[in-house]
């Protein structure tokens, strides 16, 4: 008696499916209706009684199943697997819907097959004009009939596709781009083989209650929790159960949608796990990862400065976000830095300016009649209000901020890039925001005792004005 190296154990191979999701029956008949040249494919699932519903799934393709044997041979060679915008694979998808069926029929243009209750299978004498016909009969309790039924609004049908009477609508895309991404295709051996293809990528709206999958050419294969469903256009790296993605693949989608659809996504979105993980990685765009630090943070945020401690104080108190090592990943702050979109708080509120040399000093015989006044009502007054007569240079930079103050020397600096001498009100403001700086011997403007000093030091003025009022004498 001949018998075969191997035997597939149709009771054993029910059971291994059976973690499956029942929902799949209906997806890979589907699927296959849809890779052939169909314009409309029809399907039905009677509600389970007694345990038991009929599943049918009809298509009108010209040419029909191309070859019967499919439907039986476990992982014979399948033309599909050349093709990575066509579903299939392994030739499997038939076989793992028989195994749950009682009994079944196949119908096309060449055949029909019939696979009977007793485990036989044999030959029929319908014949189709077009297309093929699926009918099997599953045993299904009403749960998980219902679970099907509720599955199927979510699958998105390149052709006009009817289920239990009523079209699955067609879904609005919300952006369609390309990416190169990672596929298998087959080889010249018939070896499927890693590879990587461009291929379209669409972006869809979910429903009210629906939560965000990633899908292979319309069918549903994980639900991510993402902001939008994934549909990429031709095969994706999936496990054996046909139910999940790898992680890098995952990622990578992630960041392609990320890099396509930053400037549609909010703040409660930048802070999504998805996002994240897209952010984090090196593919990550400039104008993405812009976005999703202005959403979390702010156009106005720095990132701590160890080198300068007290330039984050300084840009916290000019309300500006101090972004701290640990509130972006390590691939975020690769990116952040890579795309500019972060500067250290040291950069744009230097308060340890020791070394730093100002672009430009003016020395004394440079001085207008202006800044002599000013500096003599500063020279004048801090004598009378912190007991120390300082002494008064003028720069020129930019990066360095408005007016600085020396403690151990007594020197107050007045940036001229960034302040002018022609309004009184200013120049006082300046005036005792640095003396307050040499009370409490601190470029902290946050401490309270900064803050105390001001107050106290605008005090002491208004009184000396009252009392001696030409010692403070206007300016002009």
């Not at 629906?210 to 549903?220: K, N, V």
């Not at 990550?284 to 080198?307: K, Q």
């Not at 470029?443 to 004005?465: I, M, P, R, W």
Request: hydrophobic share 35%; with cysteine; proline share 4%.
């Amino acid at each position: 008696m001949k018998s075969s190296w191997l035997e597939v154990d149709k009771d054993g191979f029910r059971k291994i499916l059976a973690r499956r999701g029942k929902e799949f029956v209906l997806f890979e008949l589907l699927s296959n209706a849809w890779d052939e040249d169909a314009m409309l494919v029809t399907a039905t699932l009677s509600r389970a009684e007694h345990g038991c519903s009929v599943l049918t799934v009809s298509d009108d393709s010209p040419a029909g199943w191309r070859d019967l044997r499919d439907a039986y041979v476990l992982f014979a060679e399948s033309y599909k697997k050349s093709e990575s915008g066509k579903r299939g694979r392994f030739n499997a998808g038939e076989k793992s819907v028989l195994a749950l069926c009682t009994e079944a029929q196949i119908t096309t243009t060449t055949d029909q097959i019939r696979f009977n209750p007793d485990g036989t299978r044999t030959m029929g004498r319908t014949k189709r004009e077009s297309g093929s016909e699926f009918t099997g009969k599953l045993p299904l309790s009403l749960a998980e009939f219902e679970q099907i039924v509720g599955a199927a609004p979510l699958l998105i049908p390149p052709v006009r596709t009817i289920f239990n009477g009523t079209e699955i609508p067609s879904r609005s895309v919300v952006k369609e781009f390309h990416e190169t991404l990672p596929t298998v295709k087959a080889d010249a051996e018939g070896m499927l083989r890693n590879t990587a293809r461009r291929t379209a990528v669409r972006v869809y709206e979910t429903l009210p209650g629906e939560s965000a999958m990633l899908y292979e050419m319309g069918i549903p294969i994980v639900e991510t929790g993402d902001r939008w469903h994934v549909d990429v256009q031709q095969k994706c790296p999936l496990n054996a159960d046909r139910d999940n993605v790898t992680p890098a693949f995952l990622r990578l989608v992630r960041v392609a949608v990320l890099n396509q659809m930053n400037a549609a996504i909010g703040e409660q979105d930048a802070n999504a796990l998805w996002v994240r993980h897209a952010a984090s990685d090196p593919k990550c765009s400039t104008e993405a990862i812009s976005r999703v630090l202005d959403l979390r943070f702010g156009p106005n945020r720095v990132s701590y400065d160890p080198s300068d401690v007290g330039s984050n104080r300084e840009a916290a108190s000019q309300d500006y976000v101090v972004v701290s090592g640990g509130s972006l990943s390590a691939g975020e702050w690769e990116n952040a830095k890579r795309a500019g979109a972060i500067t250290p708080a040291g950069a744009l509120f230097p308060t340890d300016l020791r070394g730093k040399i100002p672009d430009k000093v003016y020395s004394r015989d440079e001085w207008t009649p202006e800044m002599e006044r000013y500096a003599e009502l500063i020279e004048r007054l801090s004598e009378r209000l912190i007991g120390r007569r300082i002494t008064v240079r003028y720069i020129k930079d930019r990066q360095i901020a408005c007016g600085t103050f020396n403690h151990v020397s007594g020197t107050m600096t007045v940036n001229l890039a960034k302040h002018t001498l022609n309004d009184p009100l200013e120049n006082y403001a300046l005036m005792l925001h640095e003396l307050a700086h040499h009370v409490v011997r601190s470029n902290d403007h946050l401490c309270h005792q900064f803050y105390e000093s001001v107050t106290e030091l605008g005090a002491k003025l208004a009184l000396l004005a009252l009392d001696e009022p030409d010692v403070v004498r206007s300016q002009r």
